[in-house]
């Protein structure tokens, strides 16, 4: 009876150790269906758990975080050099002067003004003396008092004597000089009205023209320099990637350290057609409207470049993959289903990506499990 007990006893455990076993068995995951470079996963797909989906946003920039210089506008900008060697006696503007055009920056004391200056009045009194003698050759040989050769070599000498009044007066106007001057001071003028912004000159300095040759900064820099400070230009340093989606006539902001709360607004103009061999970017330039007066030459700043609606969309970089040298991402195109794209990259900034074409906006892309999609599709074609 003590045996039959015992052996009951063995056999409830044996049962209930078995139920448990088979309580515990859990039934096996749904296999993804893949088709090509789709994939398919059941509703209750424990994958589909490891994956996170975000929505492809349009893009509201085309480039960001470029960086830039910002110089004067050359359009409006005169760099002034003085043509003549001379000794400065008096220095007529100082910098921030506003000038118009023609106004005298300094007065120079210019043997060589004075040269052409003298070259000018011989000129002209060397034309009289040849038109009357032209005259005088063509009465006497009207009345038999002179031969032809003699006519004829008045008239050369006139036309000889007219050039050279039209060469010394040219000359003279270059300087900004007429006949009419009575002395050797060379009044060097502003070609344009402007501000001045630069200034290298002192009372008392020697200038020569052809010291700019000894290649020295004190000799190259202009003497003054006069610009329009409320127009600027801007030039960009712009990546491979980015230049793919920019095109002039786009509106660019542009940041600085000196207002860190303020966006200054500017506009795309040129683009270079070469990239600089030693930073491997691409030139462009834009026009920056600087009405404000806050911005100088020279500052450095960084710059965001609107899009224009149709560069395509951002997603997070961890979307992107490569698949044999190819960028590639997965698309969510119905529930439980998605699908490897090609794609072509813009720029990469904060850990968002520009896609420029293969996504449209709207669209939802895996950023999170790209890799666990790709094992799969692998395996199975594998």
Not at 176 to 205: C, F, H, M, W
Not at 223 to 243: I, K, N, Y
Not at 266 to 271: A, D, P, Q, T
Request: with cysteine.
């Amino acid at each position: 009876m003590k045996t039959f007990k015992i052996f009951n006893l063995f056999l409830l455990v044996a049962m209930a150790l078995t139920g448990c076993r088979h309580e515990q068995k859990s039934p096996d995951a749904p296999v993804a269906k893949v088709e090509g470079s789709k994939i398919t996963f059941a509703t209750n797909a424990p994958q589909l758990s490891y994956l996170m989906i975000e929505p492809a946003q349009a893009r509201q920039l085309a480039a960001v975080g470029l960086y830039g210089r910002l110089a004067w506008d050359d359009d409006v900008t005169a760099r002034v050099y003085s043509p003549l060697a001379g000794r400065v006696l008096n220095i007529s503007v100082e910098v921030n002067q506003h000038v118009n055009s023609d106004d005298a920056l300094a007065l120079l004391d210019s043997p060589d003004f004075g040269q052409a200056l003298a070259n000018a009045r011989i000129a002209v009194g060397n034309l009289a003396a040849a038109d009357k003698a032209n005259a005088r050759a063509k009465e006497l040989f009207a009345h038999g008092a002179a031969a032809q050769k003699d006519v004829e070599a008045a008239a050369a000498a006139f036309v000889v004597a007219e050039a050279e009044h039209d060469r010394a007066e040219a000359t003279l106007a270059n300087y900004g000089g007429n006949d009419t001057s009575t002395n050797e001071i060379y009044a060097l003028r502003s070609p344009l009205a402007g501000v001045v912004v630069g200034k290298n000159l002192n009372p008392g300095q020697e200038i020569r023209p052809d010291l700019m040759l000894a290649n020295a900064q004190q000799f190259i820099d202009p003497q003054f320099v006069v610009t329009d400070p409320t127009r600027l230009w801007l030039f960009l340093d712009v990546s491979e990637l980015d230049v793919a989606s920019l095109t002039p006539g786009r509106e660019v902001f542009i940041h600085t350290h000196a207002y860190p709360d303020k966006i200054f607004h500017g506009r795309l103009e040129i683009i270079g057609h070469g990239l600089d061999p030693t930073t491997r970017t691409i030139k462009a330039r834009c026009f920056v409207d600087n009405a404000e007066n806050l911005l100088r030459a020279e500052m450095y700043v960084t710059v965001e470049v609107a899009s224009s609606g149709t560069t395509g969309v951002d997603v997070p970089t961890k979307t992107v993959f490569l698949k044999d040298e190819e960028h590639c991402v997965f698309v969510q195109i119905a529930p439980g289903q998605f699908e490897r794209r090609k794609v072509e990259l813009g720029g990469e900034n904060n850990g968002r990506t520009a896609i420029l074409n293969g996504i449209s906006s709207g669209e939802h892309v895996v950023s999170d499990g790209c890799l666990l999609l790709e094992s799969i599709i692998e395996g199975d074609n594998g």
